[in-house]
């Protein structure tokens, strides 16, 4: 089959390689097309490996056609997705939403099920309940407000009924996390986007992918019982906790990969995901913005999209 492979220089090339062989409780899977996250950049790197047992090629999600029955669906993958057909297990699967296209649909899973995970099961945001409980509106602060994973939380929180403040990176990307719902927007490059925050009132969550840099503004902004929910390092792997700030506040901070989870652990992820988050999708509280779909040969560009920065959203390889 068709997938992109690594060269030992770290460029990405298409290659002819043996079709997976699907494992107890596997299935098949031909490919669509295949989302593009900053992790395949970070593995490309070679910084990045594989966990063990997952496939040593690129890609944690893809919308395809199942090969045993031929429904259509997107797959959350520990890695493969650069190619024209993936092993993943069965219960890593979900039908594609009602009015996604298959393209939008490869951009979804993986930032749908981080964001799930994050605000909604390790940071306790309740889905919609703040109607019933007046005052209870929770702030969510997310950073990277205009990439894959912050376009998705903002429509996600704000549709979870937070009040969303979010940082990005132009003045330009401020008027977009406004369209997506964000209450309040900050360019990190003109602002002290903590100072600011803190003249908000601060944060009970704060969905952070900047890691080490942020990590002494974002504890600083956190209210009483607020958490921090890091998952990306973009900025670095270390930095200064001030623990007194996080005592006196009963706050909390926690850190977690999606990739490296357990079957079982991301099926139960995927389920609360599919939960929330389809039903956002077909009534078009939620979309899926794409920056640029490339055909699978350019993977070389489609990482440049996603390095360079600046992009909406996600970029997409289309495979067939
Ligand atoms: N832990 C997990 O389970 C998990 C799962 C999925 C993703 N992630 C991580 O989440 C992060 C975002 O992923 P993504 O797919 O959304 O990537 P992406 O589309 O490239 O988005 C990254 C965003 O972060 C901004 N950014 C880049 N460097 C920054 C910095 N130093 N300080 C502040 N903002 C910065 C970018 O803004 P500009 O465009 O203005 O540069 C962009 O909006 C990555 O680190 C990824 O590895 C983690």
């Known amino acids: 089959m068709r997938a992109v492979t690594v060269t030992a220089d770290h460029r990405l090339t298409a290659s002819d390689v043996p079709e997976p062989i699907p494992a107890p409780g596997e299935v098949l899977v031909d490919v669509i097309a295949a989302g593009v996250n900053r992790a395949d950049l970070a593995q490309a790197a070679g910084s990045y490996p594989p966990p063990p047992g997952a496939s040593p090629l690129l890609g944690l999600e893809v919308s395809g056609r199942r090969r045993d029955t031929g429904e259509e669906v997107v797959a959350l993958l520990a890695g493969g997705g650069y190619a024209e057909t993936v092993a993943v297990p069965e219960a890593h699967l979900l039908p594609v939403p009602r009015g996604l296209s298959s393209i939008e649909a490869a951009g979804l899973v993986e930032v749908a099920a981080t964001v799930v995970s994050n605000l909604v099961i390790e940071g306790g945001l309740p889905a919609g309940a703040y109607e019933a409980m007046p005052g209870t509106r929770p702030t969510v602060l997310i950073h990277g407000g205009t990439g894959g994973i912050g376009a998705f939380a903002i429509q996600f929180a704000r549709s979870c009924g937070a009040r969303v403040l979010t940082t990005v990176g132009s003045d330009e990307a401020i008027a977009t996390a406004a369209r997506l719902g964000a209450d309040r927007t900050w360019n990190r490059r003109t602002t002290d986007i903590f100072d600011a925050v803190l003249a908000e009132g601060g944060a009970d969550i704060v ?42 506040r009963r706050a909390r901070i926690i850190a977690t990969t999606l990739r490296s989870r357990g079957v079982e652990d991301k099926a139960r992820i995927l389920r609360r995901t599919h939960e929330l988050v389809w039903p956002m999708i077909e009534d078009g509280s939620i979309v899926v913005p794409v920056q640029q779909v490339l055909p699978l040969e350019e993977a070389e560009r489609a990482h440049a999209v996603l390095r360079d920065g600046g992009h909406l959203g996600k970029v997409i390889l289309e495979v067939r």
Do not use: K, P, Q
């Not at 974002?218 to 007194?244: A, K, P, Q, S, Y």
């Open 207 to 248: 969905l952070d992918v900047v890691g080490g840099s942020a990590l002494a503004g974002n504890v600083r902004v956190l209210r009483e019982f607020g958490r921090l929910l890091v998952i990306g390092t973009l900025g670095g792997t270390t930095g200064d906790l001030d623990l007194g700030a996080l005592m006196a």
